[in-house]
């Protein structure tokens, strides 16, 4: 009988969830909504993760699966990382490895040798994995008190400059357009009260970041002072981890922002002496592969 594992990619923006075949093929994969364990239901993320994978066992007629590897955002700790598992293994019956979206990358892509990672999605982070297996981090805070060059702290920046613009209080900023009309609001009291009525604030938030980069190409300098801040951060926190680890310097670039392909090409500009590589196979895959993996040393 066919053997079948299980990878999750949960992210502040959306979950994939895949199965695959012991021959490494996708039988099927499903997007669920985002993620991210410091502000989202474990329980209601382990119900949506146990019904898809009922679906899809139904829907082709498998057997039971074998292994699960899930990488979940905000999960870095190891107690988080089993209070998770342990759900999923408790509403799913199947045995679960949990890591964080980053180890994902770093251990799916350079499959335990050296390298970097660097993801700017919704949120932002750095890490290296060193010759031990060690694995050092930069950043990463949520987007409140950091994630500098993240989606969200995009965004976060642009609400604030348009906001102070739109009192006399900042620098004058065709932002401020532009974010009103996102918000379909004619008052800053209006906006606001958007805002803070929104739960999942990050990701309104990283809906911005297109504005943002536009108003940039646009010649406006408010806008230009915050894509350079948050190219920056994202730079240096690359320079710093490589000046402190000495691992080699290649880096696989990751998350939605870099999916822009002006972006992509401004960030590579700042890098000097790294090689870069694009993700090349989804997280959901290379979570599957590992589940695949790891029920193989099992044995």
């Not at 809906?207 to 406006?220: A, E, H, N, Q, R």
């Not at 915050?226 to 670039?253: A, Q, Y």
Request: aromatic share 10%.
């Amino acid at each position: 009988m066919e053997r079948y594992f299980v990878g999750i990619d949960a992210g502040g923006t959306k979950t994939e969830v895949r199965v695959i075949s012991e021959h490494r093929l996708t039988i099927d994969r499903v997007r669920l909504p985002g993620f991210n364990y410091q502000n989202s239901d474990l329980g209601e993320f382990a119900k949506n993760i146990r019904d898809t994978l009922e679906k899809i066992r139904k829907d082709h007629r498998l057997g039971k699966y074998e292994f699960m590897v899930a990488g979940v955002a905000g999960v870095f700790l190891p107690f988080e990382k089993e209070k998770v598992a342990m759900k999923l293994e408790e509403l799913t019956g199947i045995p679960t490895k949990v890591m964080s979206d980053m180890e994902i990358l770093l251990y799916g892509t350079w499959e335990g040798a050296p390298g970097m990672v660097l993801i700017a999605g919704t949120g932002s982070i750095a890490a290296a994995l060193l010759e031990d297996g060690t694995v050092v981090r930069k950043g990463g805070y949520g987007y409140i008190i950091g994630d500098v060059g993240s989606g969200a702290w995009f965004g976060l920046n642009a609400l604030r400059a348009a906001l102070m613009s739109h009192e006399g209080l900042g620098d004058k900023t065709i932002l401020e357009d532009e974010i009103f009309k996102f918000f379909g609001g004619s008052s800053k009291r209006e906006i606001i009260g958007k805002f803070y009525q929104e739960k999942d604030k990050p990701r309104m938030l990283g809906k911005l970041f297109p504005i943002v980069l536009d108003c940039y190409f646009k010649g406006d300098r408010v806008a230009e002072r915050i894509i350079e801040e948050g190219l920056e951060g994202l730079s240096k926190m690359l320079r710093v981890l490589h000046e402190e680890t000495k691992v080699i310097p290649r880096v696989l670039l990751a998350g939605g922002l870099f999916k822009n392909s002006s972006f992509h090409r401004m960030f590579i500009k700042r890098l000097k002496g790294f090689s870069v590589e694009m993700l090349g196979s989804e997280p959901s895959y290379l979570a599957a592969k590992l589940a695949l993996k790891f029920a193989e040393e099992k044995k």
